[in-house]
């Protein structure tokens, strides 16, 4: 049976999820979803009452109907020919190739962080979650984010962590409700609700503030 796992974004800059050129990923950040999520599983990400356009508590950022899992060193590989604007490319102009989020070299055997929103700090959680999720079927809001109604309220949570099993019984609901809300999915609804400083890019790409993702899921 597949799952909904849901989770509260602490910062939604675009790179986690990347929901730009028409496909959304999560290839960092979020390591338990990462390593346990199969195809036809929902990704759920729900909004922080601290988020920098103030309290989306509540509110449905993003999500996702899994299509296709590929290890971070699959993502590499295939991003070169198939995706190369997910490779990040911080000195842009555009937004879409600076939040590249295939920002682990791996054509020498070993990861390499390339520059990008994430820094030496994050390369534990990030090659931890060993996976990368992909779809076409999704849907973003962004800053836009919209409010859940009060009967799907029970897969929200403010803390670290996320929520899969205990979902089970609001699963049919969920994508009854999503399916719902716009016409098209695929599209971006919605601009991220924070926008790296770009003008202060440093050695590791102007990382973006995170919290370190959770390693340990009760609910997983």
């Given at each position: ?13 675009g790179?986690?999820p ?41 509110h ?19 991003a070169?020919?198939?995706w ?24 020498n ?15 534990a ?26 009967y ?69």
């Amino acid at each position: 049976m597949p799952r909904l796992f849901t989770y509260t974004i602490p910062v939604d800059d675009g790179a986690a999820p990347n929901p730009f050129h028409g496909m959304c990923s999560l290839a960092i950040c979020k390591p338990g979803i990462r390593r346990v999520a199969r195809p036809d599983d929902w990704v759920a990400g729900l909004g922080s009452k601290n988020a920098p356009s103030g309290d989306l508590s509540g509110h449905l950022v993003y999500a996702m109907r899994v299509e296709e899992v590929l290890s971070l060193r699959d993502y590499d590989l295939a991003a070169r020919s198939r995706w190369p604007h997910r490779i990040p490319n911080i000195h842009s102009t555009s937004l879409q190739e600076r939040l590249g989020d295939c920002i682990y070299d791996f054509s020498n055997g070993t990861p390499i962080q390339r520059l990008s929103v994430h820094g030496s700090d994050n390369v534990a959680t990030d090659l931890g979650g060993e996976n990368v999720l992909l779809s076409r079927d999704f849907y973003y809001f962004g800053s836009r984010a919209r409010m859940l109604p009060d009967y799907l309220r029970p897969i929200c949570h403010q803390t670290q962590g996320h929520r899969s099993n205990s979902n089970a019984p609001y699963f049919d609901q969920f994508i009854s409700w999503v399916r719902a809300l716009v016409p098209v999915p695929g599209q971006l609804y919605g601009w991220p609700d924070h926008i790296v400083e770009w003008s202060t890019v440093s050695a590791c790409g102007g990382c973006t503030p995170r919290k370190l993702d959770d390693e340990y899921d009760p609910d997983c």
